[in-house]
């Protein structure tokens, strides 16, 4: 099956600081989405993002489907942000017919932002 | 617009009882996935199901699960004989429709703690 990669597994941030966490995938995907689980375990869907670029306030998310990665920039970091942040990906038709519709998620990046 | 409804919120099980976690999909979806996180993990596919019929089910264990998606009402995992093993964090999305050019929506998670 498909492999999902991301790094780094922890990240420790002061606020107001900038980072970016990646995301590689080993085969061509359909759908590509990034999450935030917070705190108590609610998963936030961030970006719907196969391919592009998208941003959404202090948030924004490139994938280049072609080098199968997707990075997600977090700008001027606040303690709110802390969290997992999960990457999760389908595979594409033409790759694996049998296994369109569901996501494979990565391992996550664990996300702690200081006051 | 209600988003996806997963309930219990929270359920308790002793060893040996059933458990049954239900998911009412966003309006106008028609297209139900269950995952499940594992403690420290991140999310793993169960199965997929559309009204009436079960599409995927290659990440549900052979034995004791089920899972169910009627005309009317909601979604339905149900665990017969539950042991330690399955205490994890159920999550359901919904989509539109093979999701292939739409998001999957996440429920807030049904955790299942096993006595």
């Known amino acids: 099956g498909i492999q999902v990669e991301q790094s780094p597994p922890d990240l420790i941030l002061q606020e107001g600081a900038n980072s970016t966490l990646r995301c590689n995938f080993s085969?061509?995907?359909?759908?590509l989405q990034w999450f935030h689980q917070n705190p108590w375990g609610q998963l936030i869907n961030l970006f719907y993002i196969p391919s592009g670029t998208k941003q959404n306030g202090r948030l924004s998310a490139t994938t280049v489907a072609t080098e199968r990665y997707s990075l997600l920039y977090i700008s001027s970091s606040q303690t709110t942000d802390s969290g997992v942040y999960f990457c999760?990906?389908?595979?594409?038709?033409?790759?694996?017919?049998?296994?369109?519709?569901?996501?494979?998620f990565g391992q996550g990046t664990i996300l702690t932002v200081h006051p | 617009n209600a988003g996806v409804m997963q309930n219990p919120r929270h359920l308790v099980r002793r060893r040996g009882q059933e458990a049954r976690l239900r998911c009412s999909p966003m309006k106008g979806h028609s297209h139900v996935y269950w995952y499940r996180q594992l403690p420290e993990e991140g999310l793993k596919f169960m199965v997929y199901?559309?009204?009436?019929?079960?599409?995927?089910e290659s990440g549900m264990p052979k034995e004791r699960f089920s899972a169910e998606f009627p005309k009317e009402g909601p979604s339905i995992l149900r665990i017969q004989q539950v042991v330690r093993g399955d205490s994890a964090a159920y999550f359901c999305?919904?989509?539109?429709?093979?999701?292939?050019?739409?998001?999957?929506?996440f429920g807030d998670g049904t955790r299942l703690s096993i006595l």
């Open positions: 999760a990906v389908e595979l594409g038709r033409n790759a694996g017919g049998t296994s369109y519709g569901k996501l494979t």
């Open positions: 999305a919904s989509s539109p429709r093979y999701q292939g050019d739409q998001p999957q929506h």
């Open positions: 199901l559309q009204k009436e019929n079960i599409i995927d």
């Open positions: 085969d061509s995907v359909n759908n």
